[in-house]
């Protein structure tokens, strides 16, 4: 059962630009909403995080947006750089725990030309 | 470095073999998770702990898996008569949980990069 689906799937955009990696989830429970990035070879690190009751959080040039009623959240990242080329998960926690078992979709393959 | 701490990073073994992995969390986290990850997949949660107790084990994790944690510090991991279907990437995260309280996040490691010929 597929609970996130994550697109696009992957993504190439020009150093400087912004890239907008999109979220759909499906279980009303989740109350905590994380990006993962994971750069090849090792493991994935929290990037930003949101709760349902604010509906954007930034930090530095990352953006996290998130639509409660349309059931999605979206990553942005803003005047995106080659070394922010990596592979991106939404990936919320399955329980109302935020730190409960983590449900990971697909992942955008994010690739910044320099 | 205090982060989460795995080893060994790269394991190459034939079809048939046992291998254990180990996986040293941050100090002070209670939790430990594994998860496993194949090629173009995001992580799959395989089993988790509170402290010794191992909680929650995915179908994914047949008999031919067992995870311990047996002081409630480091884990492992093995797997007995390996397949060419578990090569994968295997993760180890560790977070702290007081209940419902304040959670922090999971914490990953660089993983084990198993290959099974």
């Known amino acids: 059962q597929q609970q996130v689906k994550q697109s696009p799937q992957s993504l190439i955009v020009q150093k400087g630009g912004i890239s907008i990696i999109n979220c759909a989830y499906e279980?009303?429970?989740?109350?905590?909403f994380p990006w993962y990035q994971q750069f090849p070879g090792k493991g994935p690190a929290l990037l930003i995080a949101?709760?349902?009751?604010?509906s954007e959080k930034k930090e530095g040039r990352f953006t996290i947006s998130f639509n409660k009623s349309a059931k999605q959240f979206s990553l942005h990242i803003m005047d995106s750089q080659p070394g922010d080329s990596a592979t991106y998960f939404c990936?919320?926690?399955?329980?109302?725990?935020?730190?409960?078992?983590?449900?990971f979709g697909k992942g955008t393959r994010l690739h910044i030309l320099p | 470095d205090t982060g989460v701490s795995q080893d060994p990073r790269h394991k190459i073994t034939k079809r048939g073999q046992n291998v254990t992995f180990r996986c040293d969390p941050i100090?002070?986290?209670?939790?430990l998770y594994w998860y496993r990850q194949t090629l173009g997949q995001g992580p799959e949660f395989l089993t988790y702990?509170?402290?010794?107790?191992?909680?929650?084990k995915s179908r994914l994790l047949s008999d031919r898996f067992s995870a311990e944690r047996p002081k409630g510090s480091f884990s492992t991991l093995e797997i007995q008569r390996t397949e060419q279907g578990d090569s994968a990437m295997y993760l180890c995260?560790?977070?702290f949980g007081a209940g419902r309280g304040p959670q922090e996040t999971q914490y990953f490691g660089p993983g084990t990069r198993l290959l099974v010929l």
């Open positions: 702990f509170q402290n010794e107790a191992q909680l929650e």
């Open positions: 990936a919320p926690p399955r329980g109302m725990n935020r730190d409960d078992k983590i449900i």
């Open positions: 100090s002070e986290h209670n939790r």
């Open positions: 995260a560790s977070s």
């Open positions: 949101i709760r349902p009751d604010v």
């Open positions: 279980n009303t429970a989740f109350d905590y």
